[in-house]
């Protein structure tokens, strides 16, 4: 299912929602052409993209988490490096059928986001705005 971005999503950080958003588009390519039934290279390759943007976007959380000293840092870490850890676990499983593979993936993510954007990425929104972030 295409992931669709929703209001509550937004924390309100132009920089953050922007991230966030471009994250989704990543993933409705790697969705797209999962149901255009593209390749295995090409799938792969949408799948790297997202994997690596993710590390930008968790880079850029965590830098403010440093600079602005947040109190909540450690647990939100955690909570990237569990979504890490979990990708290379389903990656572990990588089979011959890359549709449903990728799919569960994509599956994997839009819940993770959902999910993570609520109950992770809301509680920051105080700090970083006391900061001057907008
Ligand atoms: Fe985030
Ligand atoms: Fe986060």
């Known amino acids: 299912m295409e992931v669709i971005w929703r209001d509550k999503y937004s924390v309100g950080i132009k920089e953050i929602?922007?991230?966030?958003?471009?994250?989704?588009?990543?993933?409705?390519?790697?969705?797209?052409?999962?149901?255009?039934?593209?390749?295995?290279?090409?799938?792969?390759?949408?799948?790297?993209?997202?994997?690596?943007?993710?590390?930008?976007?968790?880079?850029?959380?965590?830098?403010?988490?440093?600079?602005f000293k947040y109190e909540g840092a450690a647990e939100h870490k955690l909570k990237h490096q569990e979504m890490r850890d979990e990708i290379k676990r389903i990656k572990g499983m990588e089979n011959k059928n890359e549709i449903d593979f990728y799919g569960g993936i994509v599956f994997f993510l839009s819940q993770w986001l959902d999910d993570h954007l609520e109950k992770m990425d809301q509680k920051y929104v105080e700090c970083f705005k006391g900061h001057g972030l907008e």
């Open 17 to 67: 929602d922007n991230q966030h958003k471009y994250f989704i588009g990543l993933m409705n390519d790697l969705y797209n052409a999962i149901t255009a039934s593209k390749g295995r290279e090409e799938l792969k390759s949408l799948f790297q993209n997202l994997i690596e943007y993710s590390e930008v976007h968790f880079a850029t959380e965590e830098k403010y988490f440093d600079e």
